[in-house]
């Protein structure tokens, strides 16, 4: 499934993909889609979905047995059981809902019960070995590493402080080497880890399926600072023993938290912790699934409050236009019965010639024209109510 939830493009079901992957040949598909045969291949792939065979149109045109059309794999946990794709693809495929976060949720592998979940993937967990050092680096860690790395080797040849590597203290080190652990962990269950730096200081998170958790690993209490390139930081010479604290940080999720104490340390609670964050993980995409409802929701009603204001101000709009029409007719009509009244007492008199009246009565009218609401189209301003949009 894709993890891109904020992207630009469509959400659709993996087995309408599927059928859309397997309806024709790839060369066909792609002339509609706008790519090429190999590319639209990787993009398929990369949404996780089968595509058939080398050969399996030449065997369909000779009437030779094929395998069948694949079904969509089932839902892992925290993911969204949808696919996000571009304006490509969405032009071919009908959209689906997301989800109703009133479930069900249960798959094959995901079972509706949290507690149960949580039972399950404890049972997983149970015999997962996890490196206790840094020599076999999750991914998420290889990156950070290497600019430590790198770092020291600058060190050695420089002799300004800040060449020197940021994570080296053994504070740093053991809290590199239980994300590590959680990392791990977490990764044998199909999920992943996400590790930066920024502002002196690392930055965790955990992506279950397509749902990401924010994480952090800091110091627990208080302990020495020092300021370090405009920060504030633990203090380096802090030693290894100091106790830390693990927190998820997840507007949709619960906010979950591991501390080392008297019953033991972070590392020796990593199943319990990776368990916690499988489970919160599918949590929080329940969660989000109700607040992106509520969210929907109040723009609906937001948008509605909206155009019924606009009605409202249309409508006495088109009052006022009402209103200006009955008020220039009745100047247009005024003007008409003075034309008449001054004909009919001046025709055939001595006082104004024949020409002059003649005149006057064309510019008289005219203006009564120029005014009258219907004449003008200034009547169209109200003849229909406010439409719907703008």
């Not at 996890?130 to 076999?136: A, Y």
């Not at 800091?218 to 370090?228: L, P």
Request: hydrophobic fraction near 40%; charged fraction near 25%.
């Amino acid at each position: 499934m894709s993890r891109y939830y904020g992207y630009d493009g469509a959400q659709v079901l993996p087995e309408d993909l599927i059928r859309l992957a397997w309806s024709e040949p790839m060369r066909d598909l792609a002339l509609k889609v706008g790519m090429s045969d190999v590319g639209l291949r990787k993009l398929f792939v990369s949404l996780g979905i089968i595509t058939p065979p080398q050969g399996y149109w030449n065997k369909v045109r000779a009437g030779k047995g094929v395998p069948p059309i694949p079904s969509p794999p089932s839902r892992r946990v925290g993911e969204i059981g949808r696919c996000r794709v571009d304006n490509r693809l969405a032009r071919l495929v009908p959209e689906a809902p997301p989800l109703p976060s009133s479930g069900p949720f249960a798959s094959s592998l995901v079972p509706e019960d949290l507690e149960e979940l949580r039972a399950c993937e404890l049972k997983a967990l149970s015999k997962v070995r996890v490196p206790k050092t840094l020599e076999r680096a999750h991914p998420a860690l290889q990156h950070i590493l290497a600019k430590e790395a790198s770092r020291q080797v600058k060190a050695q040849e420089s002799q300004w402080h800040w060449d020197a590597a940021k994570f080296g203290n053994a504070v740093d080190q053991r809290r590199l080497r239980i994300l590590n652990m959680i990392f791990f962990a977490i990764s044998q269950r199909g999920h992943d880890g996400i590790l930066y730096e920024d502002r002196e200081d690392l930055y965790a998170g955990a992506l279950i399926g397509d749902t990401r958790l924010g994480l952090t690993l800091s110091i627990a209490g208080k302990y020495r600072t020092i300021a370090h390139r405009g920060y504030q930081r633990p203090d380096p010479m802090l030693p290894a023993a100091t106790p830390l604290i693990l927190q998820t940080k997840d507007q949709d999720g619960p906010s979950l938290s591991w501390q080392d104490d008297a019953t033991g340390k972070l590392e020796t609670r990593i199943a319990q912790i990776a368990a916690d964050l499988i489970v919160a993980g599918e949590q929080a995409f329940r969660i989000g699934l109700r607040k992106a409802e509520e969210w929907a929701d109040e723009r609906r009603l937001q948008r509605e409050k909206e155009r019924l204001a606009w009605v409202e101000k249309r409508n006495q709009q088109r009052l006022t236009d009402l209103r200006q029409s009955g008020e220039l007719l009745r100047q247009a009509e005024a003007i008409r019965a003075l034309v008449a009244t001054v004909e009919q007492h001046l025709s055939g008199t001595a006082t104004v010639n024949g020409v002059t009246l003649s005149q006057w009565r064309q510019w008289a009218l005219g203006e009564a024209d120029r005014v009258d609401p219907v004449l003008s189209g200034q009547v169209f301003d109200h003849l229909t109510p406010p439409a719907q949009e703008d």
